[in-house]
């Protein structure tokens, strides 16, 4: 999946991120800058990427990008090295201004010329630093080994941080509308009121404040602004919510996956772009039990309304939605017609053992003969847990089989297994894109892991029937 679908999608998001409706001049000077080689203006696209625009040699003391290709707004970068940049807005509306800036201070040092949201982004900036300097004075300043000392340090940090939020709150409101404005607000974090809600019996409700956090999480993202995909606060803010926020079972993925996509379709490019992003984070989740996710936003988005997709890439949406669908954890392990190296036929159905663990491999694949010996010691064990064990040659040479089987000690404890009548390709079937690739199986057949290493085997077995157990006494 990663290699058709989302290089795909990522061709296409770039593509339709680059730009707007208007020619740039932005002029650079750069104290502390290099003096005979290239510099790059490049723009955001996630936290950790960057996307190149342009580049620019110093001549008479600036570095001048221009172009009569627009750009499209969002926080935007001076590139020095790959470790070495410094930031700035911009807007869209904006088409020329000046920036002129020390690197060796470049927050406290730059001055913008024709460049009011830039003016109010690093007014915040410069404010934020000094609040850090009043901080370290303040603990300089008090006296450790007074009885007081910590509350006093407490009383004044409250006081900092009340002059911090009323500062940023005040360069939100006096400059609504602007693009800076919107880059203060996705630093805000959400307040969560201090009074807590009473339960029916009296006590307070202790998930109230989680529950009103993740309720009010998105507040201070405008999702109808394109602009906001050039910037690291995006993609920082799904990440959060996604690992912090959201159960990581497939009902509740589901259901906030549906929230957040839902949020981002007040704007075609940053619908694209988060449902994308999830798409990606659970096409092949190691999360065992949340591979329905990627079914289901295949299935409500990207085969209803995905516009931007070209029938090719559609058709690789729907070839592979029908493999997984049928493969997807709680669903009965499709039949498996296969014959031992007697030529007598089984089927994963007639298994009367409490478990059976399907294990697919290749007697040729490197990776399946360092396991080989792991499996075989497992499997003289697996008989007693009531386990038994499936091994399954992906490959059509029995006579390969045999010696795989004979070299590595497989038929003993374990049904040693192949596709006699060539019904099955396995990748399509089965979803066998590598070899191993194991699938754990309950006494109903029914798929509860996949790709589970030989070593987490019984791990894995007794955290399913621990979960099992408390799912039974509720």
């Not at 807007?91 to 913008?112: C, L, M, P, Y």
């Not at 609504?176 to 805000?188: D, L, S």
Request: a negative charge.
């Amino acid at each position: 999946m990663k290699q058709f679908s989302l290089c795909a999608l990522l061709i296409v998001l770039l593509t339709s991120f680059g730009f707007a409706q208007q020619e740039y001049s932005i002029k650079v000077k750069l104290e502390g800058g290099p003096q005979d080689k290239y510099i790059h203006l490049a723009h955001f696209l996630g936290y950790n990427q960057y996307i190149k625009v342009d580049s620019a040699k110093l001549e008479n003391g600036v570095y001048h990008f221009e172009g009569e290709e627009p750009l499209k707004g969002g926080i935007y970068l001076i590139v020095l090295s790959s470790s070495k940049y410094y930031d700035f807005i911009y807007s869209g509306d904006e088409k020329a201004f000046e920036i002129e800036a020390d690197t060796t201070n470049f927050v406290r040092s730059v001055q913008f010329k024709g460049s009011k949201e830039n003016d109010i982004l690093f007014g915040y900036r410069k404010f934020l630093d000094s609040m850090n300097d009043k901080a370290a004075a303040v603990n300089a300043s008090i006296d450790q080994t007074a009885p007081d000392a910590n509350k006093l340090r407490r009383e004044k940090m409250m006081a900092l941080q009340k002059e911090f939020k009323d500062y940023m709150n005040s360069a939100i409101d006096d400059n609504e509308g602007t693009f800076a404005a919107k880059v203060i607000k996705a630093n805000k974090e959400i307040e969560v009121p201090t009074e807590i809600p009473l339960n029916p019996d009296g006590s307070k409700d202790s998930t109230f404040a989680f529950r009103f956090y993740k309720a009010h999480f998105w507040d201070n993202i405008d999702f109808s602004d394109d602009r906001i995909l050039r910037t690291p606060f995006l993609q920082t803010k799904l990440e959060k919510y996604f690992k912090d926020l959201v159960f990581q079972v497939q009902d509740s993925v589901i259901v906030d996956a549906d929230r957040v996509v839902g949020l981002s379709k007040q704007n075609p490019e940053v619908y694209r772009y988060v449902l994308w992003w999830v798409t990606n984070k659970y096409e092949n989740s190691e999360i065992v039990g949340l591979d329905g996710v990627f079914v289901h936003l295949a299935e409500e988005y990207y085969l209803k309304d995905a516009d931007w997709l070209s029938e090719d890439q559609l058709n690789k949406f729907k070839e592979r939605v029908k493999i997984l669908k049928p493969l997807r954890t709680g669903e009965v392990f499709p039949r498996l017609y296969v014959y031992d190296t007697l030529g007598k036929a089984h089927t994963v159905q007639e298994s009367n053992a409490k478990y059976t663990i399907v294990y697919f491999y290749s007697p040729d694949c490197g990776h399946c003969k360092d396991a080989a010996p792991d499996l075989v010691e497992y499997a003289k064990k697996a008989k007693e847990k009531g386990i038994a064990i499936y091994n399954v040659s992906v490959d059509y040479e029995l006579e390969e089989m045999k010696e795989f089987i004979n070299k590595f000690g497989t038929g003993e404890d374990m049904l040693n297994l192949w596709d006699q009548g060539h019904h099955y390709y396995f990748r399509d079937n089965y979803d066998v894109y590598a070899t191993p690739t194991s699938y754990i199986l309950d006494s109903e057949k029914r798929i509860i892991g996949k790709r589970i290493p030989i070593e987490e085997f019984d791990r894995f077995i007794e955290f399913h029937e621990r979960k099992q157990s408390s799912a039974k006494s509720k």
